[in-house]
């Protein structure tokens, strides 16, 4: 079936760093969608991308969607200590598939 | 963004009976819907699609009988667990999608579900 690898699993970085992490997948998508989870909450939706190439930014946030549409990635710049959280890839094609997750630390 | 409300967000019961835990899209009407099960640090297993006015679609490995989706209307979806058993403990959410083009999913904020 298709499957999302995100990496990294887990990130602890200094307050103001840039931090990067990607989805790589066999299978091509239609949509990649990055989401952000607190504990116990739902998964908050931070950017959509719809179009092999597109860059698209939220923010201090950046994601481009992969030319070959098999991959993502998101990055944060200037990293503050409410980004700390878990950082979910999703693709769509029909389904909705998440990649495991990035973990990430900020340190104040 | 779009709200999706899920209800409720806690709910412990006993072992044998059914829970329902609704999904309702606030502000836009939702063609699909996702159903979702998380366990603790890890990412978010798909369990189910659910089309509006049709039969969901279940992954491999989920029981339909157990794991009933009624997607009645484009703003309602709800998954009920029947006969529950504390293997069924979990924190299960929901997902909307805006439709097409340019398609935005957003998620419920999560029931956690205790079978005692």
């Known amino acids: 079936g298709q499957q999302l690898n995100q990496s990294p699993q887990s990130m602890f970085i200094q307050e103001g760093e840039d931090v990067s992490m990607n989805c790589t997948s066999s299978?091509?998508?239609?949509?990649w969608l990055w989401y952000k989870q607190d504990p116990g909450e739902g998964p908050v939706l931070l950017i959509a991308?719809?179009?092999?190439?597109e860059l698209t930014s939220n923010g201090r946030l950046t994601a481009q969607f992969g030319i070959t549409r098999k991959d993502s990635f998101l990055n944060i710049s200037a990293s503050i200590p409410s980004d700390v959280g878990i950082y979910f890839c999703a693709g769509r094609t029909g389904k909705l598939i998440f990649g495991q997750g990035t973990t990430l630390q900020v340190k104040p | 963004g779009a709200v999706v409300s899920q209800h409720p967000s806690r709910v412990i019961c006993k072992s044998g009976t059914s829970v329902k835990i609704e999904c309702r899209s606030l502000?836009?009407?939702?063609?699909?819907m996702f159903w979702y099960r998380q366990f603790p640090k890890k990412s978010l297993m798909l369990m189910a699609t659910s089309n509006e006015g049709s039969k969901a679609t279940y992954e491999q490995g989920v029981e339909k009988d157990k794991f009933l989706i009624n997607h009645a209307s484009l703003t309602l979806s709800t998954l009920t667990v029947t006969s529950a058993h504390p293997e069924d403990s979990s924190f299960y959410i929901c997902?909307?999608?805006?439709?097409?083009?340019?398609?935005?999913?957003?998620f419920g904020s999560g029931t956690q579900l205790s079978v005692l």
């Open positions: 997902s909307a999608g805006t439709g097409l083009p340019n398609e935005k999913l957003f």
């Open positions: 502000d836009f009407q939702a063609t699909t």
């Open positions: 299978s091509i998508f239609n949509t």
């Open positions: 991308l719809y179009k092999a190439g």
